[in-house]
């Protein structure tokens, strides 16, 4: 049985300040769950809220890292850094770091490999675009990423399937939609390593994802958590989306 996840993106939002009292909040209003919640600052907050959330069952993650372990690479954040700092997660080839800053798939496969090494596991973002969708090459595209950002890897990932055109514009997959690209996303795992590692690999959906909607995506055989973004930016919000089969039973 995969255990579900739900990480929270910050993306560039919070200073350090802010991100203590929302990551305060979050943790306060935390019940005792079978998820396993995950943080993901910006790299300012990320020694801020780890302080915070160290001795409760909630894990800190980063939105991207470097390859390298350190070196001359202005503006960089090293996988030792991240792990110094209490970091288990790491979001990798997120939409919008291939979109705006060109990242490539090999470049992502390269940071997991990285992460890996340092005890650090990635979360790693696959997706199409909604031309690429409507012209019906969405599971082709991401066969593709998947593949390319995967390969050769041994140790446990978390795969991310987000939608692009469903990030930030209110537009969601409908739940038919989520599991047929995790089921796919799932039967590629099983081709890439094998069927037993593809049962226990977590495929989370990312995408506008909101108290009122996660529970008909939860209830996917595939989908095994979220990775959120606005949503995640307000704590009762977040908390709610974590706590789905609670609320929704209530």
């Not at 560039?12 to 306060?28: F, K, P, R, Y």
């Not at 705006?100 to 992502?108: K, M, R």
């Not at 496969?109 to 199409?128: S, Y």
Request: glycine fraction near 10%.
């Amino acid at each position: 049985m995969r255990r579900e996840m739900f990480a929270g993106n910050w993306k560039m939002n919070t200073t350090h300040v802010e991100g203590s009292v929302l990551a305060e909040g979050i943790v306060s209003r935390l019940s005792t769950s079978g998820s396993d919640v995950v943080l993901i600052p910006p790299f300012t907050g990320i020694e801020s809220v780890s302080n915070i959330v160290h001795s409760s069952s909630v894990a800190l993650g980063a939105q991207t890292m470097s390859a390298q372990d350190g070196g001359a690479f202005t503006g960089e954040i090293s996988p030792v850094m991240l792990k110094s700092l209490g970091c288990d997660y790491v979001v990798l080839g997120h939409s919008e770091r291939r979109s705006l800053f060109g990242e490539t798939s090999a470049q992502v496969l390269e940071k997991a490999v990285a992460a890996v090494a340092h005890g650090i596991t990635p979360i790693v973002c696959v997706g199409e675009t909604l031309e690429e969708r409507e012209s019906g090459q969405a599971l082709a595209v991401i066969e593709t990423q998947v593949r390319e950002s995967m390969v050769g890897l041994t140790q446990e990932v978390v795969v991310a399937y987000e939608p692009v055109w469903a990030i930030g514009t209110g537009k969601v997959a409908t739940p038919e939609q989520a599991q047929e690209v995790h089921a796919s996303i799932r039967s590629v795992l099983s081709d890439l390593f094998s069927v037993v590692v593809a049962e226990d690999t977590r495929i989370l959906y990312g995408g506008s994802v909101k108290p009122d909607n996660v529970a008909s995506i939860m209830a996917q055989a595939d989908v095994d958590g979220a990775l959120i973004g606005g949503a995640s930016l307000n704590a009762d919000a977040f908390v709610s989306i974590i706590e789905y089969n609670k609320t929704s039973t209530e």
